[in-house]
């Protein structure tokens, strides 16, 4: 396979292992062959040389000797993560304009006047945009889509970064946002934008409720109801029919089955499988959570 870029050109030759090329900054599911991708400890880099679209893999100093034979190229780094968003700023791609010959908007659309839509962002039929919305770059909405007041799709997700002077670096996001045909996105909602491939995506017939938080790149299945005030930190993959309470707080990266149910205030920071239903800080099985809540109270 033919790589777009070649390790050497960007990194010290006696930094790395069995010199080749990548296409594309990306996570280590990456959905396209070609991947660099960067982990901090062992484990992590045990799963990205199992993974078959990871090509190039930035990993730290200390496990220059765990790894003795693979067909990836592995770069050795003092700090990983930061090369790696260095790189990822360093290959950010050049806005696009618009194409204007292409249609942006779909027909029987009612947008408010005071809202603010990024010529590069695509809307289907019958979308309803309430005042002060912001729409940025590189979003789709589906057909039939309901988006609140104050409510903003496509924002830059969080990645705290510093250099040696503690200076915050800024790293714009270059992935997108996918919005399903019939969601409904309530008013001051927030929809970051994904760093890699794979946009942040809102499946069919979700809700998203007043003032909830979607993290960059967080995938959530149809018919998913995301309430008010919860917040799911990126990289979450949530199923479908999935049910969130008011003020949930979900930790990134998280895997939350299809029909689970966070009752209101739940702090997840384990993944979730199918059908559980759970409650509490930190969140565990909710009709043991109300054993003990109703023993306690006695």
């Known amino acids: 396979m033919a790589h777009t870029y070649r390790a050497n050109d960007y990194f010290p030759s006696e930094h790395i292992f069995n010199s080749g090329g990548f296409s594309h ?16 400890n062992l484990h ?4 990205a040389l199992s993974k078959e679209n990871v090509a190039c893999i930035l990993c730290p100093n200390s496990l220059k000797n765990e790894v003795l034979a693979t067909d990836k190229t592995l770069i050795y780094s003092d700090d990983p993560r930061a090369d790696f968003f260095h790189l990822y700023k360093q290959l950010a791609p050049a806005f696009d304009a618009a194409d204007p010959s292409q249609p942006r908007i779909g027909s029987n659309c009612n947008i408010h006047p005071a809202a603010v839509i990024s010529p590069s962002a ?3 039929e019958n979308v309803e945009i309430s005042a002060n919305v912001v729409i940025e770059s590189n979003v789709v909405i589906g057909d039939n ?7 903003v799709v496509g ?20 992935g997108g946002v996918k919005v399903g ?7 001051g909602a927030v929809i970051a934008k994904a760093l890699f491939q794979t946009p942040t995506t809102i499946g069919e017939n979700c809700q998203i409720g007043i ?3 979607i993290g960059h790149g967080v995938v959530i299945g149809k018919n998913s109801v995301i309430s008010g005030n919860t917040v799911v930190a990126g990289r979450t993959r949530v199923g479908e029919g999935v049910w969130m309470g008011t003020s949930c707080s979900v930790a990134q990266g998280l895997v939350i089955g299809d029909g689970a149910q966070l009752k209101m205030g739940s702090v997840v920071i384990t993944s979730i499988a199918a059908g559980q239903v759970v409650s509490g800080n930190f969140a565990i099985n909710h009709r043991s959570n109300m054993t003990a809540h109703l023993r306690k109270s006695k």
């Open 25 to 40: 900054l990306d996570e280590t599911d990456a959905v396209s062959p070609g991947a660099l991708v960067y982990c901090q």
């Open 44 to 47: 992590y880099l045990q799963l």
């Open 122 to 124: 695509l809307l289907g």
């Open 145 to 151: 889509v309901y988006i609140g007041s104050n409510a």
């Open 155 to 174: 924002a830059e997700g969080l990645i705290t970064l510093r250099g040696a002077d503690g200076v915050l670096m800024t790293v714009r996001h270059q």
């Open 181 to 187: 045909n019939g969601c409904q996105i309530l008013a």
């Open 211 to 213: 003032m909830a938080n």
